[in-house]
């Protein structure tokens, strides 16, 4: 009796360990989306900035723009390299969906 018990916890106890699992896959493209959204507010502050003549600022989004890109570009790349190519078409750039094969 007392093995049964501890078989049926031994299974229950490693069939839970799915659970705690790390889903590394579905973070990476959530951190994706963040830099890709980030970048788009990033992108209007500056268009802002420009049309109101506030020069300095403007300077400072540009460089926080280029901080963003460098993010998001190591990021797609340690994507690709984790998980392959495959979907080219989620790779897409916010600006006219323009899209290029790496």
Known sequence: MKRTIAGILL???LGA???????RYWSDRRHIE?????IAEDR???QRDLYYGD???ADHERRE????????QRDL???????GDGDRDWDRDYD???WEWR
Do not use: N, P
Request: aromatic fraction near 12%; charge should be positive; avoid cysteine.
């Open 65 to 72: 723009l280029e901080h963003r890109y460098r993010d998001l």
């Open 44 to 46: 209007r502050e500056l």
């Open 55 to 57: 020069y300095r600022t």
């Open 77 to 83: 790349d340690r994507f690709h390299d984790r998980y």
């Open 17 to 23: 360990g799915s659970l705690f699992a790390d889903d």
């Open 11 to 13: 299974l229950v106890g």
């Open 34 to 38: 963040r830099d890709r959204q980030k």
């Open 96 to 98: 006219g969906g323009h």
